[in-house]
């Protein structure tokens, strides 16, 4: 009978007994490399269990994940196996996948086409596959096995000519080349599947991700030579506590959450005089018997409505311009930083969401306690406030500030249309250290936005006071009118809207209550603009709503959007003011970056909104509206998913803020003032 995941329960099914009781295993996995279960995803009971019977295979377990060189883990997706190695402490670099596993990996990174599930007493939990085999025209047959008294599984079984059955060992599954400098992550199905067949597969279509190791981080590495590791491993009773009673004895959090300073990827090398290549570990954080009683009793405050009531949307509370909290705030966005320069998705959306919630919290923090209470606040900030609070610095965020490498990416990534990829292709693979070197060596490879960034760097980091943005809003209003209709009304969003009292840039919305007038209505502008030598430069014009016919973005479009451009009509240009109008400055006219946003009047609501809240309200917003009405909500309107129906919360608006109320209502949400939508 097929073996499956062990039950929920503790019970583990009649194989793997057997294969305790006899003398030879079900599976010989004594070839592998030192071997890890990632505990993603996997409950205690069912970790152990796993455990349990990769040893009763004479598998080589490692407790440690430093030591591991082969991760077996419930993953599906690249970039999560990526997070998850990161997480563990690791340094690696990504490796290039041979021709014959692309095929395999990209599925691994797609929608399973199949889905295991498992019924246990827990509820139903899956496992997305891929079953197919490109190599075989031969398809599984589906049979249905019980684990123990409470959890089946469908299980697949191939027929003998399968690919599958072609290996008999695990040292045959891996490649032994350079497993001293190679770790690898394999999807759990492997296990399942050679249980079931009763053979090692391949590691090829189950390999998720592999990597090399950066740096070494254990000197009693594991050995091509296996006689002595391998022996003394595969020499272990089953179920010694030497592995199982270290997991049970361990917080079940220590292993997921531990933190993770900044790595470069993407094949780089981490560059000699960076603080990362000489990384000592933190030191330990001692609390008095008096703090931890202060700590307990600020614990005990009375915390806000929407932490009680568990409202993790940034959306569903407000967040002032300025935090109680604002210092530790400003060391977390450190971190998020580096973060983003090294193109860590998962890493800067968590560190979003727990700036966000204690962004909206009221009160100072005084504990760790009260950063746990916060939704999205994991035991990690808690971690880093604690430091914070004991230390006064945090020690993570002193090597981000004196990295070098850090330094000069971060200079690169600020120049416009440049992203944190190739900031990082910049100084790694182009060796500049300076925008110096960009004009020297690099001029004629950038591409015209780029240029326009670095030969106007200085002029774009220079913050815009308040009376120059209106200023700029006045004139560009003014010639809409004059090319359009006297009616066109402006709105002035971004961080204006939100209160600040200086932007990095500035931000308008133009719109008129006959759809025909905002058709095709930016390049009229944009042209009258540029005749009268206000804009110097236009770096990017979007018109999809008017291909569009002003109509809402399709649920599923075939339209391919830029990663951050809009959905509306608009134009990112270069404008620069004449030396007598009132945005000039002392006489000097510096350039600066504006974007200029057209909305049909039915869904101008919409724009407003999605224009004037900082990033992770936008993102909330956009979340909330999936989980919690099944919509699909941007700023060019909102449509039902599933059967793309358009939804008019607007009807009936006579001004811009009084549309951006109704889609708060009908939204379900209460109205948040522009200024209390900073979310950091």
Known sequence: MPRSLPSESGTVSTDASAARDSDEPALDLVGLPPTFILPTHLSQSTLHELEEQLLSFRAPLVHAAKDARLLIGRLVSRKRAEFEIRCLGLRTSHVHVPEKHNKAIRRAESPPNKRRK??????????????????????????????????????????????????????????????????????????LDSVAVKKVLPFGSYTIHEATLLLETDKALWSVKQDNTMTSVSNRKVGAPNVLQVREDMPASVEREREHSFRPTDQQRVPKGSTQAKRLPPNLVHQSTSEFEDAREAGKAEMPMWVMQGKKYACQRRSPPHSPNEEFINQLKKIRHAR???????????????????????????????????????????HLFYEWKSRGFIQQVKEIEEDEYLKIVGIFYEIWSVGAATARDFYLKKGWRDLDDIVEFGWDSLTFTQKVGVKYYEEFRQRIPRAEVEDIAKTVTEHARRVRHQEIECCIVGGYRRGKPESGDVDVILSHRQPEMTLNLIQEVIKSLEEHDLVTHTLIMGTSSSRRGQEPLPFRSAEKIRPGFDTLDKANVVWRSTPNSASSISGS??????????????????????????????????????????????SSGIRVIGSGQVVNVEQGAKTMEEAEKMVFKGLGLDWIEPSDRCTG
């Not at 919290?361 to 760790?368: I, K």
């Not at 746990?372 to 990690?380: D, E, F, M, N």
Request: charged letters at 20%; hydrophobic letters at 35%.
């Open 340 to 382: 983003i320069l090294q193109s860590d998705e998962i890493g800067v959306r968590a560190y979003s969401t727990s700036i966000a919630a204690i962004a909206s919290y009221p009160y100072p923090l005084n504990s760790s306690k009260e950063i746990l209470a916060l939704p999205g606040c994991s035991s990690k900030i808690a």
């Open 118 to 191: 498992i019924d246990g007493g827990g509820g139903n939990v899956e496992i997305g596959i891929d079953m197919e085999n490109d190599d075989s025209p031969t398809q599984p047959r589906k049979t249905t096995q019980s684990l123990g008294t409470n959890d089946t599984i469908q299980q697949e079984e191939y027929p003998q000519n399968d690919p599958r059955h072609s290996t008999d060992t695990a040292s045959s599954a891996f490649d032994l080349s350079d497993t001293e400098h190679i770790i690898k992550v394999i999807s759990l199905n492997w296990l």
């Open 589 to 634: 006219c510096p350039h600066r970056r504006v974007d200029i946003i057209i909305a049909p009047w039915f869904s101008v609501g919409c724009a407003v909104l999605g224009w004037s809240g900082e990033t992770t309200f936008q993102r909330d917003l956009r979340r909330y509206a999936r989980a919690v009405k099944g919509w699909k909500f941007d």
